[in-house]
């Protein structure tokens, strides 16, 4: 079973050392504490666990055993912080949506020139379930990052922007873009 950190992680109640005895995990912490840290450097983090549980729909087991984490890279594309740097001066606002982890995307934003070292700006998918869209219609301005997006937040934001009167262009490199485009 693989996945992300914070899905599959609370759920493993033991891990296999190196040797391949089975232990038992009673601190998350240090595994936690090392997809924070792989994350703060802009790989997407990787969850992999086993389980003698049948697996029965998106139902996951409880009782997973960790095998490990896998942190991947994906190479900033050529071209892509000029980009940004010529969108900014031709006065277009950049806003990168992504189902990486908060700490992936701020990276990866920060990396590109779309953010610098302040926080504002960011949201997460969970943020904007809280807010109404008439407070996001009012951050949309400072909006740099959203994390953790779903298509239907994609959809949402390109709802938003297109109420306010604003042109709205969109790239993506996944099948679960094209429902923002609909």
């Known amino acids: 079973i693989k996945g992300a950190p ?9 891990y296999y050392e190196p040797n391949g005895k089975i232990s038992s995990l009673m601190n998350l912490n240090t595994f936690l504490h090392e997809v924070d840290l792989s994350s703060s450097r802009g790989l997407r983090v990787i969850v992999v ?8 729909e998106d ?5 997973m055993t960790l095998v490990g984490m896998l942190g991947v890279a994906d190479q900033i594309r050529q071209g892509s912080t ?11 606002q950049t806003v990168m949506i992504t189902g990486d982890k908060l700490e992936t995307a701020v990276s990866v934003a920060r990396q590109v020139g ?5 926080a504002s700006g960011i949201l997460t998918s969970q ?12 951050l949309l301005p400072e909006l ?35 429902a923002a485009l609909r």
């Open 6 to 14: 914070e899905i599959i992680l609370p759920r493993c109640r033991s």
């Open 49 to 56: 666990a086993t389980s003698t549980a049948p697996l029965i």
């Open 59 to 63: 139902n996951l087991p409880d009782n």
């Open 82 to 92: 000029s980009a940004i740097q010529l969108t900014r001066r031709a006065g277009i």
């Open 114 to 118: 779309l953010i610098t070292s302040s």
């Open 127 to 138: 943020d904007l379930k809280r807010i109404s869209d008439s407070e996001l219609d009012s």
């Open 144 to 178: 740099r990052v959203i994390a953790r997006a779903l298509p239907t937040d994609k959809s949402r934001l390109v709802n938003i922007a297109q109420r306010k009167g604003l042109v709205v262009g969109m790239t993506g490199d996944g099948v679960n873009d094209a």
